[in-house]
């Protein structure tokens, strides 16, 4: 069983940064994972943010965080990391770890079979 544990979430200000980590434990190797963070708007459903595979799995982000965000790996914590730049209000949102074993990077909500209890990132003035 893979448990997701994510950490990093706050109250910022607009054009803060602030960097998300997800920590993987389970039975396996954390490079076989892939691993996803999805964010919910309040009174939304749950969107796509970015997602990391190791190796030529490849990276894969939303559009609408391209350029502002960048997903990252650090094997030796079994963690992936989300930083995220230039925060403005519409990132405001519970923010969640996703994770599968193998495959490549992927947006699909269904691709995933293990799940964070999600953290808060809340951005205002």
């Known amino acids: 069983q893979v448990q997701l544990i994510e950490s990093g979430g706050g109250v910022v200000q607009p054009g803060d940064s602030l960097t998300l980590s997800c920590e993987v434990t389970s039975g396996g190797t954390f490079k076989d994972y892939t691993v996803a963070w999805f964010r919910q708007h309040p009174g939304k459903e749950r969107e796509f943010v970015a997602a990391s595979a190791w190796g030529l799995g490849g990276t894969e982000y939303a559009n609408s965080v391209k350029g502002r965000f960048a997903i990252s790996r650090e094997d030796a914590k079994n963690a992936v990391l989300l930083q995220m730049n230039a925060l403005t209000p519409t990132d405001t949102a519970v923010y969640y770890c996703?994770?599968?074993?193998?495959?490549?990077?992927?947006?699909?909500?269904?691709?995933?079979?293990?799940w964070g209890q999600g953290t808060q990132v809340t951005v205002s003035s």
């Open positions: 996703a994770a599968r074993k193998w495959g490549v990077a992927g947006s699909f909500e269904g691709m995933y079979d293990d």
